[in-house]
Structure formats: structure tokens, C-alpha cells
């Protein structure tokens, strides 16, 4: 059974920095990734997706890479905001059929 | 605006009611997705639709009882419902049934059980 493990659970840093979230993947046949970003009490919005065909992808600050091989992706987030603020969610799919297994998150806080 | 409207954002009920939750997308996709997200839990699937066809029933109680009637809407139909099931309910949307397409939530509905 695919399970997925994020780490840290919890972050808290000063505006500006640089900062790196990660997630692994129990089996590493992942087909593709999806990170996420959620607000409190609100659903989620899509950052970035991976497919099955590529190894990382970019917006803007952020860039999220997965190594499949091992099965892992990070999400690096360059110089944070306090914007920034809010739990982030990676899920993969290891069925290739649009059912996401997802991690239960990393929630980020950024201080002015 | 994420295209996907949950309807209602909160709802109350008794463990003996009978309630429904409504999405509706505007982003003419052609499959949808009910998720559970529980505290302390990662969001877990519980029911896929494509072109209007259950394609995924992820063991999920009969209390709970999914309807597509076309591409664009999507119920979550709840009867006898137990204290364990007051959740965050988030409704999803991609164009097709296709790992390699993004899905976009809804807001959710926060749903708590007396």
C-alpha cells in the first residue's frame, strides 16, 4: 500500500530565506506528482504538477523536482514571503489513474 | 475564483438527517473526485466520477451516497451519518481521468456531526 511521508511537519522561518519541503513515497513507482498549496479553511490550489514524462517543474519561486528512482520529491521554495504561509501538500499517483495518494502536509510559516 | 463551488461551506446534523453536499464546476472537465480530509489524517479518495460514470468507489461506507447526473455537478448524498465522519468534504475536477492532469479543488464543505 502507497503511504507518503512529508517532512518537516511544521516550519517556521524568517522572511527572505531560501527553504527546501520534502516527500517520500513508500513505493517508488510513481507515475506522476502533484503539490499543493491549503489555506486555512479553504481547499486546495494546485502549484505544480510533475508528469509522468518529466522530473521537476517551475512557477515562479517555486520548483519541485521528483526523483523517481528513489521516490522522492522536494518543493523549493526561493526567498519566502509571509504570503507564503499556509500548509503544503504533495500527492503522487502509483496507479497512473488520477487517484492521488496524499501526504499529510507540511505547514510553513513565515515571519516578517 | 477556483472554478469549483462547494455548496454549503458549513453544515451541522444530527446522526439521524438526511443532507446533501453540491459541487458544481465551471471548468468543463470531464472528471470529478469526492475527498475526505480529516484532522490528523492525509486527505484520502472517496469517490471518482468520469463522463458521468462512477469509476472509483474507494471502500467507502453506504451512509454515503454519490450522484453525478452530468459533468458539470456532483452530489454527496449523507443519511445516518456517525460522529466520525464530521470531516472537511473537498470536491476535485480534472479534464479527464488521466494521471497526467491536474485536479482543482473546491473550498470545501465543513461538515460536523452532533
Known amino acids: 500500500k502507497q503511504e507518503v511521508t512529508q517532512i518537516p511537519a511544521a516550519l517556521s522561518v524568517p522572511e527572505g530565506e531560501n527553504l527546501v519541503l520534502n516527500c517520500s513515497f513508500t513505493?517508488?513507482?510513481?507515475?506522476?506528482l502533484q503539490w499543493f498549496r491549503q489555506d486555512p479553511g479553504k481547499g486546495l490550489t494546485s502549484l505544480l504538477l510533475?508528469?509522468?514524462?518529466?522530473r521537476e517543474q517551475t512557477s515562479g519561486r517555486l520548483n519541485a523536482s521528483l526523483d523517481k528512482s528513489s521516490g522522492r520529491s522536494t518543493l523549493y521554495i526561493a526567498a519566502s514571503q509571509p504570503g507564503d504561509s499556509a500548509t503544503y501538500l504533495c500527492a503522487g499517483d502509483s496507479s497512473n489513474t488520477g487517484k492521488l495518494i496524499f501526504g499529510q502536509g507540511t505547514t510553513l510559516q513565515v515571519k516578517p | 475564483e477556483t472554478g469549483v463551488t462547494q455548496t454549503p461551506r458549513h453544515l451541522v446534523m444530527g446522526m439521524t438527517n438526511k443532507k446533501s453536499l453540491k459541487c458544481e464546476q465551471h471548468l468543463g472537465h470531464n472528471a470529478m473526485y469526492w475527498y475526505k480530509q480529516s484532522a490528523k489524517k492525509p486527505l484520502e479518495l472517496m469517490f471518482v466520477?468520469?463522463?458521468?460514470?462512477?469509476?472509483e468507489n474507494n471502500s467507502v461506507p453506504s451512509r454515503f451516497s454519490p450522484e453525478c447526473p452530468n459533468s458539470s455537478h456532483l452530489f454527496l448524498h449523507l443519511h445516518t451519518l456517525q460522529p466520525e465522519d464530521s470531516a472537511l468534504y473537498l470536491c476535485?475536477?480534472?479534464?479527464?481521468?488521466?494521471?497526467?492532469?491536474?485536479?482543482?479543488f473546491g473550498d470545501g464543505t465543513r461538515l460536523s456531526i452532533l
Open positions: 510533475i508528469q509522468s514524462s518529466q
Open positions: 513505493d517508488s513507482a510513481i507515475y506522476n
Open positions: 466520477y468520469s463522463l458521468e460514470e462512477r469509476v
Open positions: 476535485a475536477s480534472s479534464l479527464e481521468w488521466d494521471s497526467n492532469q491536474p485536479q482543482h
